[in-house]
């Protein structure tokens, strides 16, 4: 069994930055795909940023040259490094891997418990 953990969210204030970790622990033989999505009260879950095995990022618009998500050199680990945060960017923010227990197996979706991030004077 995979499991996500999901650290480093806080009380911020505008302008400030945080840096959010994601820890992937269990039978693992392979992660292709990495990503953390957020949810505001009220809101629907969006996609916030991603990233392949291949290094390839993609973020949304509402975060793009604000936040960068990458991973570590074991690859199971992801972070997504916060500046300039604003207070519409509070939200519970979740990870997701697609992850492969096994060689030839299908990757499947896993997602870690939310952080909470409040963005706040």
């Known amino acids: 069994q995979v499991q996500l953990v999901a650290s480093g969210g806080g009380l911020v204030q505008p302008g400030g930055s945080l840096r959010l970790s994601c820890a992937a622990s269990?039978?693992?033989?392979?992660?292709?795909?990495m990503a953390w999505y957020r949810q505001a009260p009220g809101k629907e879950r969006e996609l916030v940023a991603s990233?392949?095995?291949?290094?390839?990022?993609d973020y949304a618009e509402s975060v793009k040259g604000r936040f960068t998500i990458s991973r570590d050199n074991s690859g199971i680990t992801a972070y997504l490094q916060m500046n300039s945060l604003k207070p519409e960017d509070t939200a519970l923010y979740f990870c997701?891997?697609?992850?492969?227990?096994?060689?030839?197996?299908?990757?499947?979706?896993?997602w870690g418990q939310g952080t909470l991030v409040t963005v706040s004077s």
């Open positions: 269990g039978s693992i033989f392979s992660i292709n795909f």
């Open positions: 990233i392949t095995s291949d290094g390839i990022t």
């Open positions: 997701n891997y697609k992850v492969a227990v096994m060689p030839g197996a299908r990757y499947l979706p896993v």
